[in-house]
């Protein structure tokens, strides 16, 4: 079982930034693909950013409201999957949850593991 534990949330200026911090517990960090999930209250889950296991290349993948704004990238020795947000919207307030899954495809819609989330909110 993969248990994972979102920080770095809180509340920032339109236009600042923020870096959010996935910490993954398990042994098997390194074989699981990594996702970024969003939710703002009344509205469904939103897909953000994943990034490919730590035996592939690195390749990512993002929505296009966030392309060129966020970046997701992982280190495996630390067991930890990071999102860097820029250039943020008040928009971009929401929930934010880290999720993991074996299946590249799993991490961009229902992935097998779910963070509890931390807590984004951008100002206007």
């Known amino acids: 079982q993969v248990q994972l534990v979102e920080s770095g949330g809180g509340l920032v200026q339109a236009g600042g930034s923020l870096r959010l911090s996935c910490a993954a517990s398990?042994?098997?960090?390194?074989?699981?693909?990594m996702g970024w999930f969003r939710q703002a209250p009344g509205k469904e889950r939103e897909f953000v950013a994943a990034?490919?296991?730590?035996?592939?290349?690195?390749?990512?993948y993002y929505s296009d409201s966030v392309k060129g704004r966020f970046t997701i990238s992982r280190d495996n020795a630390k067991n930890t999957v990071y999102l860097q947000m820029n250039s943020l919207k008040p928009e971009d307030t929401a929930v934010y949850c880290c999720?993991?899954?074996?299946?590249?495809?799993?991490?961009?819609?229902?992935?097998?593991?779910w963070g509890q989330g931390t807590q984004v909110t951008v100002s206007s």
């Open positions: 398990g042994r098997t960090f390194s074989n699981y693909h």
């Open positions: 999720a993991a899954d074996l299946n590249w495809a799993g991490v961009r819609n229902q992935a097998e593991y």
């Open positions: 990034i490919t296991s730590g035996w592939s290349s690195g390749g990512t």
